[in-house]
């Protein structure tokens, strides 16, 4: 007797992008994203304009994602869509469309932790890509989010170190803002640090016990270190803003490292994996894969796709979820700030 597929429709609206996506026993057929370009014009996402736009995009969105699957309603086995956290108005949108589908098509309701989504993302069946083994360490770093889990089970997570300031995320962004970069500014630094020399500028990396992080501090250092230069030379920036933005890349890399190579050597854990906007940083994954060689680690870089908002990741934990009969009623709420 064939064991029959199981298909699951995640939708993913935390922030600014609408997602859907369809997967097959763990395996990703369609993987939609409809991209909201109105917030580059304010420098940041504006909560009321994302949550208008999901509502303009979450139907056809989701129409695109079952069509490109080949996909029909009646096929699903189950709704998966993001809980929290994010940005109250966005994810209501989402969670709202999700129960009412799932209440129409009379199939199971699956609310995900889009941190942990983040971190499971390395679980969806991709070619050329391996999974981690249980128990790994997960670098979940994005726009608001600077995390260090021990994941010992697919929903047995431990946060052992964390940010108590400043997403990594945000350092990009706020730098490049600093910089007269447009919004988002954390891929324009990638960018242009791949041309300029990493040890031009000296940044003081901030001196936080344990595991944890700030990069309040940094961004500080970085506003003084440019407006001193400016004032001297006006056109510093644009002379030199190679070197500024891979200076100022090597001492993010260099801090996040550094936390890493603690958090191995406190757990005894060497498998090592990385997730969240901020793990599509070519610096960083080039850092983490070179530490393969340098550490004896074995690393776990996600495919470029699953690393912004996606919901091909909501979806690969709604698959698991499914798997242990894990389902919410229609009253399950959506939260801004959720636990791991």
């Known amino acids: ?97 999700a129960k009412s589908l799932a209440i129409a098509l009379n199939i199971p309701l699956i609310a995900v932790n889009h941190m942990q989504a983040h971190i499971l993302a390395h679980f969806i069946d991709e070619e050329g890509f391996d999974k981690p083994e249980f128990p790994f360490l997960a670098m979940t770093i994005s726009g608001g ?11 047995d997570m431990e946060v052992i ?8 995320g945000e350092a990009f962004d706020k730098s490049a803002k600093i910089l007269g970069l447009p919004y988002p500014g954390g891929p324009l630094v990638d960018k242009y640090a791949k041309e300029g020399n990493p040890k031009a500028y000296a940044f003081t990396k901030p001196k936080m016990p344990g595991l944890d992080f700030s990069f309040s501090g940094l961004k500080t250092q970085i506003l003084y270190f440019v407006q001193k230069n400016v004032a001297e030379n006006p056109n510093f920036i644009e002379e030199n803003r190679n070197d500024i933005c891979a200076s100022i890349q090597y001492t993010i890399i260099n801090i996040l490292m550094d936390k890493l190579k ?66 919410n009623d229609a009253a399950v709420a959506s939260k801004a700030r959720i636990e791991l």
């Open 1 to 97: 007797m064939t064991e029959q597929p199981v298909y699951i429709l995640a939708i993913e609206s935390s922030c600014d992008d609408t997602a859907a996506a369809v997967l097959q026993n763990g395996k990703m057929l369609s993987n939609i994203v409809a991209r909201q370009d109105v917030h580059e014009q304010y420098g940041g996402v504006v909560p009321e304009l994302a949550s208008r736009a999901h509502q303009q995009n979450i139907v056809p969105v989701i129409d695109v994602a079952l069509k490109k699957a080949g996909v029909e309603k009646s096929q699903l086995s189950a709704i998966a869509f993001t809980q929290g956290p994010g940005l109250m108005g966005s994810l209501l949108v989402g969670s709202s469309f």
């Open 145 to 155: 989010h600077t995390q260090i889990v021990k994941v010992n089970d697919f929903f």
């Open 161 to 168: 170190g964390e940010t108590t300031d400043d997403a990594v």
């Open 262 to 327: 603690l958090a191995v050597k406190e757990t005894g854990i060497t498998q090592v994996a990385i997730g969240g906007g901020v793990s599509a940083n070519s610096g960083i994954r080039n850092t983490l894969k070179e530490a393969e060689k340098k550490y004896g680690w074995k690393t776990f870089i996600p495919k470029f796709e699953y690393t912004t908002d996606n919901a091909a990741m909501i979806g690969i934990v709604g698959y698991h979820k499914y798997l242990q009969h894990m389902f």
